[in-house]
Structure formats: structure tokens, C-alpha cells
């Protein structure tokens, strides 16, 4: 199957297949990052502008390791160093840098859609490294393929999200990309935190609470308050907010005994999870950042055309 897009802007923009086939690339490429040197030559001469307007860790890094491990040039801007601190709109920014010749944009915006209009905008392609609540893609190809290292498979599992799923772009890519796979998705936080509606994007049920959530669930994602995009406060404090919806060494044993912990970063500990469950053997944390590097070698790869990996 060859992979058709420009741009990966969202998961409910790909198919089943195109979702698989980002998967099991991701899979392949982790051979390449097991190597002693850890470099292939397969987008060499290719341009990569990774343009951050909002701050980002694992996100940003990875997206720079994974440009590297393929061998293209990598450039990083963020808005603190950049003209939009001088009053520059997006489009004129993403027009210089066009005129630059990127093969690839890799953007994080604040604003949701914005991907959709840079798009219209330029002709490299694009990738969606978040847009404000919309989606993340990458976190949820990176969340599914480690799910897939655990049960070996994505279909029939139960997945529970609990925290702030009106704010979370990772809570919509996760549900977008793992619906389409099959798994069905239990939802739990605050009222205050839950999108209307939200049952309509597939297998998605909302639940009253933590419990009915998690309850025999195989894979448990905790998400953290999105409190820079809530505008007011919706909850009358963290302490209270992790008696109902955080996860502890008690709550988490409501999931299957093998079921397995994850959560995107950055963590608050003690808010969303306790330490004990973040650094306890239930926890696939640290591997969803190492299948991070994986997954965006493959969406790079894909978005230029795909082809031999030497
Ligand atoms: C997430 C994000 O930025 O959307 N983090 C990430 O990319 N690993 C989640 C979050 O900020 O809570």
C-alpha cells in the first residue's frame, strides 16, 4: 500500500490502512534505532522545519532525532526567537520559510485547524505536531504502537482516558486512531472537563466515574489538566481533583492485572498519578517516548514519498 498524503494533519483524516501501514513502518524503524550508529541515508538532501510556537519536550526532540536518524537537515525555530514575537501573521512566515525550500514543515500551534490553513498555504508538506484541543497525530500513532507492543494487537481491547478530554488534542487522536482499530474507549473526569458530543466519534462511552472507567480496562491513559487552555478554573482545586481522577497503587488495580499505564507528558505528579504508578511496572511511559522516535521517522518518511530504508 503506498501512502497518498501530503500532509498528516489528523487521524480522522487516515484510514484504517494508512494508519497501519505508519504502524508497522514505526515497527521497521526501530531496527534502525537499535544500530550502533543509528543513521540511514534515506532522506538525505531533504529540508525539515520544525516550528514550535508552543513549548514542547519530548515532542520537538523527537521530531529532531527522528529528521537526523534519516539523514535530513533538521531546523528548529521557536516563537521566542522568531518574527512572530515582532507582530509576523503565520502565513507570512510560513511563505519565508517556503522560500527556503523545507521539504517538510513539522508545526505546534495553539490555535486549532491552523495546520489546515498552512496547507492551503504551501506546497511541502505538513506535519501536525498538536494544534491547540483538535489532534496530535503523532501521540496517537506512537500511544497505538506501543498498545500493539503489549497485547500484539489494537482490535477488542478496552481503553480508558480519564482527566481533562475537552482540552486534550491527545484524547481526539487517541480516540480517532484507536476507534478505527477496533478498541473501544471509556471516558472519565469532570464534568466540567468532558466535550459534549464526544460519544459520537465511534466506540466512545462516557462514564460517571473513575471506576466505571477503568473497571477491567487492558490499557489505562491518564491525561493532564490542560490548564493553560481552560480560560477559567474548572475544578475547585488539585487535591480534590485527584481524590475523584487520579490514578494511585489502589484504583489501578479496578484494570486487568496486566493492564497497562500510560500517560503523554509532562506529567504533574501526584495530580493526575501518584509516583508509585508513574515509576511502577504497570507503567509503558518511558516507551512510549522511545516509540515516539520510530513513529516519526516513519510519518517523515511517508509524507516524502516512502521508498528504500538502506
Ligand atoms: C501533550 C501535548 O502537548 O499535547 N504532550 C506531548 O506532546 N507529549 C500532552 C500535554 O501537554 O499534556
Not at 466505571?212 to 477559567?232: H, N, P, S, T
Not at 508513574?278 to 511517508?302: C, F, P, T, W
Request: proline fraction near 4%; glycine fraction near 8%.
Amino acid at each position: 500500500m503506498e501512502f497518498k498524503h501530503k500532509d498528516i494533519i489528523a487521524l480522522r483524516d487516515l484510514g484504517k490502512e494508512e494508519i497501519e501501514l505508519l504502524i508497522s513502518t514505526a515497527e521497521n524503524m526501530r531496527e534502525v534505532n537499535s544500530r550502533d550508529i543509528k543513521k540511514v541515508p534515506t532522506l538525505r538532501g531533504k529540508t525539515i522545519i520544525n516550528l514550535f510556537y508552543e513549548s514542547s519536550t519530548r515532542t520537538r526532540t523527537s521530531f529532531e532525532i527522528a529528521g537526523k536518524r534519516l539523514s535530513a537537515d533538521t531546523v528548529n525555530i521557536a516563537p521566542s526567537n522568531s518574527s512572530a514575537t515582532k507582530g509576523e501573521t503565520l502565513a507570512d512566515t510560513a511563505m519565508n520559510l517556503l522560500a527556503m525550500k523545507p521539504d517538510i514543515i513539522v508545526m505546534r500551534h495553539a490555535v486549532s485547524g491552523s495546520h489546515y490553513f498552512l496547507s492551503k498555504k504551501v506546497g511541502c508538506s505538513i506535519i501536525n505536531a498538536g494544534d491547540g484541543a483538535h489532534e496530535h497525530p503523532s501521540q496517537g500513532l506512537l500511544d497505538m504502537l506501543t498498545i500493539k507492543d503489549k497485547f500484539g494487537r489494537l482490535d477488542g481491547l478496552k481503553v480508558a482516558m480519564v482527566g481533562d478530554i475537552t482540552h486534550s488534542r491527545v484524547a481526539r487522536s487517541d480516540i480517532q486512531g484507536l476507534t478505527k482499530m477496533g478498541s473501544s474507549i471509556y471516558l472519565a473526569g469532570p464534568p466540567t472537563m468532558m466535550p459534549p458530543g464526544v460519544e459520537r466519534l465511534g466506540n466512545v462511552t462516557v462514564c460517571n466515574t473513575m471506576k466505571e472507567a477503568i473497571q477491567d480496562a487492558d490499557v489505562v491513559i491518564m491525561l493532564r489538566i490542560q490548564q493553560e487552555r481552560q480560560g477559567k478554573t474548572l475544578m475547585p482545586n488539585t487535591r480534590e481533583y485527584s481524590r475523584y481522577f487520579g490514578l494511585n497503587p489502589e484504583n489501578v488495580k479496578w484494570a486487568k492485572p496486566d493492564a497497562m499505564v500510560m500517560h503523554p507528558g509532562p506529567i504533574n505528579r501526584g495530580v493526575e498519578m501518584s509516583s508509585y504508578v508513574v515509576d511502577g511496572n504497570q507503567s509503558h511511559i518511558l516507551k512510549q517516548v522511545e516509540n515516539g522516535v520510530a513513529v516519526r521517522m516513519s510519518m517523515l518518511y511517508h509524507v516524502c514519498g516512502g521508498g528504500n530504508v538502506e
